[in-house]
Antibody
């Protein structure tokens, strides 16, 4: 059974870079059938797609975040990562990683990790 | 890009039926698949409908999805409501970006 697990610091200072990693187990990140994505959810608010990556390294990002987002993949470790630069309090959220099918269905999701931006 | 608008909340009694709408602001709702996710408090979203009207294994047939091109919207219908259905529900689709709906809180009275 495929599982995804987010990891990274739970507290980031304003203006710094948020860095998270998603480790995939129970399946290969190099499958040609899937993309891998990051989604976030501010406390008490809705879901926002951040971006997605293919195992080859091809990426696409939410236009509203594109200037600050970098997603990368490490197939040798079966991981993909998120970097979000110049963070502010508005970036405080639970960050989820998920697998995305070719028909844009996100499943499964990781358990999520809360990242708080505060000095 | 487009937006997906949902009602903020719906409520109904156990055993009844609720329908949640998801209206696409621009572009055709039929041009890209719509998914529906259930999110219980403190948990990650899980899929209840994918590709407009398909149920993942393990999701009861009380959940159904549909598309209405005339209103440019998708709908999630939950019949025979149970207390365990109380959750937030999000629709999601795609154009050049992945877009999530605004979310609907379902309360089972």
């Amino acid at each position: 059974q495929l599982q995804l697990q987010e990891s990274g610091p739970g507290l980031v200072k304003p203006s710094e870079t948020l860095s998270l990693t998603c480790t995939v187990s129970g399946g290969s990140i190099s499958s040609s059938s899937y993309y891998w994505g990051w989604i976030r959810q501010p406390p008490g608010k809705g879901l926002e797609w951040i971006g997605s990556i293919y195992y080859s390294g091809s990426t696409y990002y939410n236009p509203s975040l594109k200037s600050r987002v970098t997603i990368s993949v490490d197939t040798s470790k079966n991981q993909f990562s998120l970097k979000l630069s110049s963070v502010t309090a508005a970036d405080t959220a639970v960050y989820y990683c998920a697998r995305r099918t070719v028909t844009t269905w996100f499943d499964p999701w990781g358990q999520g990790t809360l990242v708080t931006v505060s000095s | 890009n487009f937006m997906l608008t949902q009602p903020h909340s719906v409520s109904e009694s156990p055993g009844k039926t609720v329908t949640i709408s998801c209206t696409r602001s621009s572009g055709s709702i039929a041009s890209n698949y719509v998914q529906w996710y259930q999110q219980r408090p403190g948990s990650s979203p899980t899929t209840v409908i994918y590709e407009d009207n398909q149920r993942p294994s393990g999701v009861p047939d009380r959940f159904s999805g549909s598309i209405d091109s005339s209103s440019n919207s998708a709908s999630l219908t939950i019949s025979g409501l149970k207390t365990e259905d109380e959750a937030d529900y999000y629709c999601q689709s795609y154009d050049s970006s992945n877009v999530f709906g605004t979310g609907t809180k379902v309360t089972v009275l």
